[in-house]
């Protein structure tokens, strides 16, 4: 088991306008694991996140990839590293295609620098094939498609350049039953791959069967971690609303005092 | 399955009756059809009416709307705001406007005028070659920086495009005022005018004419087939043979068909006259009118030489230079990386940024290439005058906003092709130019221009809304 984490974000601090939306939180993820990040509405777990993609610019803190501080100061950064977000807006253009969102960015070109357009769809339809089989539509500019397929066309986009470690923000959100239990299939199949995972989410259930540890947030500060295996929903449930942390976690700087 | 083109993707759709199954077999615009119909009415009530105004009930084609001569000026006088439109689109789609570009037309052209009337033509000596270059250069990279400025304004100093270019509006005018005295600064170089159209120099003649065009067929032909290979090489559904066969030869006859109309259009018999003198050329008899003036007269309006010697003129100088801008913007739009994000930009600006893509710098620049296609305009409009004035881009602004909508731009961003903005820019200028020719009051054009442009959008927002 490897004693460096995959990534460490220590005392991360953002504010907005006066507002603390983030306040010196730490978390961390090791490869080949599923943490998940919970609290309330405006808990500061997406602005998080969302540092750690390269979206907003942190005030101060540090991120450590492999134990080597890097700088992540745009989305660019982030995707050099190997971070992969799939936000919970999905951050879709909306008037073009599954392939040219896909590659947004990333574009694949000719050797006369134009965009090689059949090469893009011809990708986009394996990847599509391999997340959603019943996926056709192709041409069309994804604003036509229905909330699921657009979920896996972020997926995908997601998925598709070799994440080392992937941000998914509410990925369960927009989906079915039957697609959320493909969403968990898939996590389970990257986990395997070593890559780690952030999962954010309401659903105190969706994290209890996915992931291995869970952290939570209030007030832009986190209450407390803890390995899933030690606590319970009613421990879990008390850390979102009260911020009291159960015996079994290891209380952080936002965690009730009187409490202790 | 195979046969089924991929975008009929709605399967109500597919056992519709033949135009249904036509239009999916070849995917072609249905938006772009209507367009084009909406034209040729428009075209051919104005050859109407003008026939019934000559009191020449000749029905279709016996008036002066659907000539040779009139459909050749309406391409002429269509250029400069159809380079501009061009550009238009793509600041439109990334859900900028730039209301500046008539100003910027203004102040532009001045100053390429006073650089070549006052600076350079006195220095150099009246028509040295050095002129236009430089003249052409100047005023290209003055535009690039003003739209560049504006564009910088509103990606870095979060201006909104809106107020920058309104500022630019009155400010770039009153630029153009200082700089020219209020004065019309001219005339213009005489190599420089060729870009205006307006001399035989500009026309390429029937032979040039035939030649682009066949070139032009050639290369629609060349696309249909090259992308017929790639989808066979991926294996992808393929279009129907027939109807790869029907866009080709519809693209033909379009290209060609109108290069037979403007090759239709002889010289002035001035011109020709002047010319064969020139070149010792012996005017055939028969074309001397009854008093034995040389050459047929302009007379009843219609300016034909009916016997004798005729020299088509072909395609003018601006109409090319608008085809070839079309064409490059096209391939800027569709085919290259730039292209791409300005269209998912205006999508969802936000998920751009995500992706990575330095939306400010790309704001910069779709300005800075709006400027610069101000500065083609402007060397256009001043050499088609032969004078610039601080009044020469006056209203542009709007008529090119107004042909990008109409042509299928929306303005909540995100959708505009460039070929749907020409032929805005062309329904446009059919209508002003075929009010002129029915000798209605200005007043009047206003408000018909201003109806359509009204009534157009909103014939699009049904149309949108029964598509989905």
């Known amino acids: ?260 | 399955m195979s046969k089924q083109p991929s975008s009929s993707a709605s399967p109500a759709l597919t056992d519709d009756g033949p135009v249904r199954r036509f239009l999916n077999a070849t995917e072609i615009d249905t938006r772009m059809i209507g367009m084009i119909v909406a034209l040729l009415l428009i075209w051919c009530a104005f050859d109407i009416a003008s026939g019934i105004l000559r009191g020449n009930f000749g029905g279709l084609l016996g008036g002066s709307f659907l000539t040779p001569r009139n459909l050749w000026n309406l391409l002429n006088q269509t250029a400069s705001i159809a380079i501009m439109t061009s550009g238009m689109v793509l600041v439109i789609v990334m859900r900028q406007i730039d209301l500046s570009v008539g100003s910027m037309l203004s102040l532009i052209a001045v100053a390429g005028g006073v650089l070549q009337v006052y600076q350079l033509a006195p220095s150099l000596g009246v028509g040295h070659p050095a002129i236009w270059i430089m003249a052409i250069i100047a005023i290209l990279a003055l535009g690039t920086a003003i739209g560049a400025f504006n564009g910088y304004l509103t990606a870095y100093a979060q201006i909104p495009s809106f107020i920058v270019t309104l500022g630019g509006l009155i400010a770039y005018s009153g630029v153009a005022f200082l700089l020219a005295k209020g004065e019309t600064v001219a005339p213009m170089d005489k190599t420089y005018k060729i870009l205006g159209g307006t001399i035989p120099a500009s026309w390429i003649g029937p032979f040039w004419t035939w030649t682009l065009s066949l070139i032009a067929c050639a290369l629609i032909v060349f696309a249909i087939v090259n992308g017929r290979r790639q989808r066979i090489r991926f294996k992808f559904p393929l279009r129907p043979v027939w109807a790869e066969a029907t866009l080709a030869s519809l693209g033909s006859v379009i290209v060609l068909g109108a290069a037979w109309i403007v090759n239709s259009y002889p010289w002035p018999p001035k011109l020709a006259e002047a010319y064969a003198k020139e070149n010792n050329i012996a005017i055939p008899a028969g074309i001397e009118d009854k008093g034995g003036n040389a050459i047929c007269m302009a007379a009843d309006l219609v300016v034909r030489c009916v016997e004798g010697f005729t020299i088509g003129t072909g395609y003018a100088a601006p109409v090319l230079v608008a085809f070839a801008i079309g064409a490059v913007l096209t391939f800027i739009a569709s085919r290259t990386r730039f292209g791409r994000y300005v269209y998912a930009t205006g999508g969802n600006p936000e998920a751009a940024n995500l992706a990575g893509i330095n939306t400010k710098l790309l704001t910069v620049k779709v300005f800075a290439l709006m400027g610069f296609l101000v500065g083609v305009s402007a060397i256009i409009s001043s050499a088609r005058l032969d004078a610039a004035t601080n009044a020469l881009g006056g209203l542009n602004e709007l008529y090119v906003i107004a042909a990008a909508v109409i042509g299928g731009t929306s303005l909540a961003g995100g959708v505009g092709t460039i070929y749907g903005a020409i032929l805005g820019a062309l329904l446009m200028q059919s209508i002003q130019s075929g009010m002129g020719l029915l000798n209605l009051p200005a007043a009047f054009q206003n408000i018909v221009v201003g109806a359509v442009l009204v009534v157009a959008v909103w014939l699009d927002q049904i149309y949108r809304r029964n598509v989905k």
């Open chain 1, 1 to 260: 088991m490897a004693n460096t984490p995959l990534i460490e974000m220590r005392d991360i601090s953002i504010a907005f306008g006066g507002i603390k939306a983030v306040d010196r939180a730490s978390v961390d993820l090791y490869p080949g694991e599923v943490v998940g990040l919970l609290g309330h509405n405006g808990a500061g777990k997406s602005t998080l996140i969302k540092v750690l993609s390269g979206a907003y610019k942190r005030d101060s803190g540090l991120i450590f990839i492999e134990g080597k501080e890097v700088a992540i100061n745009n989305p660019r950064d982030a995707k050099a590293l190997g971070i992969e977000t799939i936000y919970q807006t999905l951050a879709l253009a909306d008037n073009v295609d599954a392939a040219a969102n896909l590659y947004l960015g990333r574009e694949l070109r000719t050797a006369f620098g134009t965009l090689d357009d059949v090469a893009m769809e011809a990708e986009t339809r394996k990847v599509m094939h391999r997340l959603n089989p019943n996926f056709r539509r192709f041409k069309e500019p994804v604003m036509k498609l229905s909330g699921g397929q657009r979920q896996s066309v972020a997926i995908a986009r997601a998925i598709h350049f070799n994440a080392r470690i992937l941000i998914m923000d509410e990925p369960t959100a927009a989906l079915g039953p039957q697609e959320t239990a493909q969403v968990g299939e898939l996590i389970k199949q990257l986990k395997a791959e070593g890559i780690g995972i952030f999962l954010i989410s309401h659903d105190l259930h969706d994290v209890f069967d996915l992931a291995d540890r869970l952290t939570v947030m209030k007030n832009g500060k986190v209450v407390g971690s803890a390995a899933i295996k030690d606590v319970d929903h009613d421990g879990v449930l008390g850390m979102i609303i009260a911020g009291k942390c159960p015996p079994g976690a290891i209380p952080g700087p936002g965690a009730l005092q009187s409490a202790a």
